[in-house]
C-alpha cells in the first residue's frame, strides 16, 4: 500500500482518538486512544497489518526525532525545574524500577503460561501417537500364552 495512504489511515485513527476524548470525555489523552483504537482495529482485522506496516515502521525506526520536540519544550521551562530537579530525579528512578519489576514479573507469568501449554500439548500427543520416541521404552503389547499345558 502507498506510504501516503498508511500516513492517512494513521492520521484519520489519531484523529479519531481525540475526538472520541473531547466528545466523551473519557479521561485518556486522544493519542493514547488513537493507539487503543489502532489495535483494536489490528485485532478485530479491520485494518490488516499490511495498511500501516510501511510507515509505522519508519515511525519506529526515528522514534528518537519525534522526542526532539519535548527536550526542547523542557529547556525552555528549565528555570522552574531547577528547585525540583531532586524529586524528579527520584520518581524517573522509582517508575523505572516499578516499570522493570512489573515487565519481570508479566514475562515470567508469559512463560509459565508458555510451559503449561508446551506441556498439555506433548501429553495430547503422546496419547494420540503411541510410536513417540518417549513411550519406545514402555511395553506396547504384552504376549500371553493361553493354551494348555499338554503334560502327561
Do not use: W, Y
Amino acid at each position: 500500500m502507498r506510504p501516503l495512504l498508511q500516513l492517512a489511515i494513521i492520521l484519520f485513527i489519531c484523529l479519531a482518538g481525540e475526538i472520541l476524548h473531547s466528545v466523551v470525555g473519557i479521561p485518556l489523552p486522544g493519542n493514547v486512544l488513537g493507539m487503543l483504537l489502532l489495535f483494536l482495529l489490528l485485532c478485530l482485522k479491520i485494518v490488516r497489518l499490511e495498511h500501516v506496516e510501511e510507515v509505522s515502521s519508519f515511525f519506529l525506526k526515528n522514534l528518537a526525532f519525534f522526542f526532539l520536540p519535548a527536550g526542547v519544550g523542557l529547556l525552555t521551562v528549565v528555570d522552574s525545574l531547577r528547585g525540583q530537579i531532586i524529586a524528579i530525579f527520584l520518581i524517573c528512578m522509582g517508575t523505572t524500577a516499578v516499570t522493570i519489576a512489573i515487565t519481570g514479573h508479566f514475562v515470567q507469568l508469559l512463560n509459565k503460561l508458555k510451559n503449561k501449554k508446551k506441556e498439555r500439548e506433548n501429553l495430547n500427543v503422546a496419547i494420540l501417537d503411541p510410536n513417540r520416541e518417549s513411550q519406545k521404552c514402555m511395553p506396547t503389547t504384552l504376549k500371553v500364552n493361553i493354551s494348555p499345558s499338554t503334560k502327561s
